[in-house]
Antibody, heavy 127, light 108 residues
Framework: EVQLVESGGGSVQPGRSLRLSCTAS????????MSWVRQAPGKGLEWVGF??????????EYAASVKGRFTISRDDSKSIAFLQMNSLKTEDTAVYYC??????????????????WGKGTTVTVSS | EIVLTQSPGTLSLSPGERATLSCRAS???????LAWYQQKPGQAPRLLIY???IRDTGISDRFSGSGSGTDFTLTISRLEPEDFAVYYC?????????FGQGTKVEIK
């Protein structure tokens, strides 16, 4: 079964750091782009960033709201993606999901989507 | 950055009725990069549609997607009790993703 499990959430004070993990199973983790998406309480979904597979250079992209504070990495040998969150702000309070991205080619078109999501881990930033 | 605007914010319908959800982009979006998700309270989002109109594996044919350019639609032909949820559109562009703000489909 294809599965993603997030861990590492908790309560922290503003300015502190937290590292989230996303452990994958049931598929070849190293072949996939992995994304992080968050959802503040009662709000919609917000993309945080993604890390490409080594095949595509392992490059990383971030949303403007977290760039310079958050760092995404991956350990393909352990099938884990990480989200290092520094200088946390109260507005970073959210459920954090990791998701597997798919790039699928059908004939001459490429399709992009997130097909598998973890259940999420909750981060609360409060003094 | 492309902004996705979903309407209406809330749709109040009865089981058996047809739901039509709109997702409008601030500039043209490739249909190949447009997806729809369903989210129920306390759960992770679930992929319904990708490529604007392709149902993911196991998704009921009650769900259909259409549109191109800046206007996309998710239609639920006959609402079942399990369809009452929040729906998000999403697009991929220039090495980033954006989501619409969501449409809540609630029981009338």
């Amino acid at each position: 079964e294809v599965q993603l499990v997030e861990s590492g959430g908790g309560s922290v004070q503003p300015g502190r750091s937290l590292r989230l993990s996303c452990t994958a199973s049931g598929f070849t983790f190293g072949d996939n782009v992995m994304s992080w998406v968050r959802q503040a309480p009662g709000k919609g979904l917000e993309w945080v960033g993604f890390i490409r597979s080594k095949t595509y250079g392992g490059t990383i992209e971030y949303a403007a709201s977290v760039k310079g504070r958050f760092t995404i990495s991956r350990d393909d040998s352990k099938s884990i993606a990480f989200l290092q969150m520094n200088s946390l702000k109260t507005e970073d309070t959210a459920v954090y999901y990791c998701a597997r991205e798919i790039t699928r080619r059908i004939y001459y078109s490429y399709y992009y989507y997130m097909d598998v999501w973890g259940k999420g881990t909750t981060v609360t930033v409060s003094s | 950055e492309i902004v996705l605007t979903q309407s209406p914010g809330t749709l109040s319908l009865s089981p058996g009725e047809r739901a039509t959800l709109s997702c409008r982009a601030s500039q043209s979006v490739s249909s190949s990069y447009l997806a729809w998700y369903q989210q129920k309270p306390g759960q992770a989002p679930r992929l319904l549609i990708y490529g604007a109109s392709i149902r993911d594996t196991g998704i009921s044919d009650r769900f259909s997607g259409s549109g191109s350019g800046t206007d996309f639609t998710l239609t639920i032909s006959r609402l079942e009790p399990e369809d009452f949820a929040v729906y998000y559109c999403q697009q991929y562009g220039t090495s980033s993703w954006t989501f619409g703000q969501g449409t809540k489909v609630e029981i009338k």
